[in-house]
């Protein structure tokens, strides 16, 4: 007997992790229903609200290869082995992310991926897709979703609202949950949310003509890095070869967006703070006008699951309702992991549902127990990478630190390896990384201070000695 037998789920949310969980779950052998308030991509083309691409990294190809769709993913991606940094003036820097050639970040496109998801989802049995339908609603003692159909009324759409019941609400439902809502009112429940001050805005840099067709303006196997001390740009590439950027600015200040109004303020501005990039986006005057600015929210929450207290009278079980994804854990982008760290959510759910036989008393405490502290973990650390990349990459103490860094992993393979390569290039839980991240970075200190001490040794030395020789 398959462990998902004969039990109901209701997933709120078709978004990345809703639609790769439906798949794990359908090969357990569970009846899923997935409830998304877009539209059906595969009727009317992706309607996303975020970033265009993303970087996909070792967590998420994880998680893929757990549903057997990691091939046919990066068949689609750009590998990106590094940094391309831009300076205001002089040559561009090109900044390798590891000593290994073969590890890189792979540029996907969110709405292609979600559409993979979906449509690899719906051919599984027991899966059904339900869309325009926004949960309202949770009952969290005898677990059960109410959805409002905003369909049109041309596609039967009434605007009525529906209840389900089901064994397993999984709330997949993104940064703004309307599954953790209902959770939120509970006795000691844990929340916060914070926002930064930045806020990032896309633009767009096409294609050029070349001789035989459509080409990167760019160098396509990088994450081109505008660093600007408080503030950045990154470009990603795509596979139409045109490259999508990301601003992230403050929202007030002489480096933030409120700042420009009129096309010759947005002009000069970038003349004089992204000297190359009017000749790469003919269009940037228009498109930063035009596109909105959208904020970076931090939520963290615990306990990420709530067990039902009614038994189901078709199982018997009392059920429970869990949170994956950014429902759990919205993380800012800067590290490039809330799209990993959601699909290793769901690698981690499916482990614990099998290890448990299905019983979800068990099954979900250890998931959240498992998880939570990672989601912690990788929330800090991307918001320090934020820093990083806006205000140090360019420097030349960073860049010696990365050599540093890359030389002792060469020579110490099994024991040093730069935090980078363990949060993109290894699936070492998050927290793991960070502890080891620490205690690497107490050696590389020592390191320091003990080169500057034979250093400044030597030196003392040397002066001594001339001293004495000059009598
Ligand atoms: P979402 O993708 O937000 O999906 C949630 C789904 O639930 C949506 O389809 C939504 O319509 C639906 N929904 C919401 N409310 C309801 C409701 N009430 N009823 C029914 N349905 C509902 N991550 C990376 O790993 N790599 C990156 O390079 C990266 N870059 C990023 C860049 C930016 C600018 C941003 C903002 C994020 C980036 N991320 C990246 C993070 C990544 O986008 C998210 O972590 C990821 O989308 C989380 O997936 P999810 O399925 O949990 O949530």
């Given at each position: ?11 709120v949310?078709?978004g990345?992790a ?34 265009i ?31 391309m ?5 002089g ?16 540029s996907?496109s ?19 897709f ?5 949960c ?6 005898a ?12 596609e039967g ?13 999984i709330?997949?439902?993104g940064?703004?949950s309307?599954?953790?809502a ?51 740009m ?15 600015w403050p ?6 967006f ?47 699951w ?20 950014d ?7 800067f590290?490039?992991?809330?799209m ?30 498992d ?43 099994g ?12 699936t070492?839980p ?42």
């Amino acid at each position: 007997m398959a462990i998902g037998d004969g039990k109901k789920v209701v997933i709120v949310g078709a978004g990345l992790a809703g639609s790769l969980m439906a798949c794990y779950l359908a090969d357990l052998g569970y009846e899923i229903h997935v409830y998304e308030r877009r539209p059906d991509p595969r009727k009317k083309g992706y309607v996303g609200g975020r970033s265009i691409n993303l970087a996909l990294s070792a967590r998420g190809i994880k998680g893929l290869a757990g549903a057997g769709l990691d091939k046919k993913v990066l068949a689609e991606a750009i590998p990106m082995r590094g940094r391309m940094v831009h300076p205001v003036s002089g040559p561009l820097a090109f900044q390798a992310y590891s000593k290994n050639r073969s590890d890189a970040i792979n540029s996907i496109s969110r709405g292609g991926l979600n559409l993979l998801l979906i449509e690899a989802a719906a051919k599984r049995p027991g899966v059904k897709f339900y869309f325009d339908q926004r949960c309202l609603d949770v009952g969290l003692d005898a677990p059960s979703v109410t959805f409002k159909d905003q369909r049109p009324a041309e596609e039967g759409g009434a605007g009525l609202t529906g209840r389900v019941e089901a064994d397993l609400v999984i709330g997949a439902d993104g940064a703004f949950s309307a599954v953790r809502a209902r959770m939120q009112i509970q006795d000691r429940f844990e929340y916060s949310q914070s926002y930064l001050g930045h806020g990032y805005k896309e633009l767009h840099i096409p294609a050029r003509r070349g001789r035989s067709g459509p080409e990167f303006a760019m160098e396509p196997n990088a994450l081109h890095i505008w660093p600007r001390g408080g503030s950045m740009m990154i470009a990603l590439p795509n596979p139409d070869k045109s490259f999508t950027c990301t601003l992230f600015w403050p929202f007030e200040g002489p480096h933030g967006f409120g700042n420009l109004k009129t096309p010759e303020q947005v002009e000069r501005f970038f003349k004089g703070n992204y000297p190359d990039f009017p000749a790469l986006s003919p269009s940037f005057v228009q498109d930063y006008l035009t596109n909105p600015v959208s904020s970076l929210v931090t939520v963290r929450c615990a306990p990420w699951w709530t067990p039902g207290s009614k038994p189901r009278q078709i199982t018997g079980g009392v059920g429970g309702t869990v949170l994956i994804g950014d429902a759990a854990h919205a993380i800012v982008p800067f590290f490039g992991q809330g799209m990993n760290c959601a699909f290793e959510d769901c690698t981690a759910l499916a482990e614990c549902l099998k290890r448990f036989g299905g019983d979800l008393t068990r099954a979900l405490p250890q998931y959240g127990e498992d998880r939570t502290d990672n989601a912690e973990a990788i929330a800090d650390m991307a918001i320090t990478n934020f820093i990083e990349m806006r205000d140090k990459v360019a420097s030349r103490a960073f860049r010696a630190k990365k050599k540093l860094e890359h030389a002792l992993h060469a020579i110490l393979p099994g024991h040093f390896v730069p935090l980078y390569n363990m949060v993109s290039f290894s699936t070492i839980p998050y927290a793991e990384a960070r502890r080891r991240a620490q205690r690497q970075s107490q050696v590389i200190q020592a390191v320091a201070i003990w080169a500057g001490v034979v250093v400044g040794g030597l030196a003392l030395g040397m002066l001594i000695g001339r001293l004495r020789a000059g009598g």
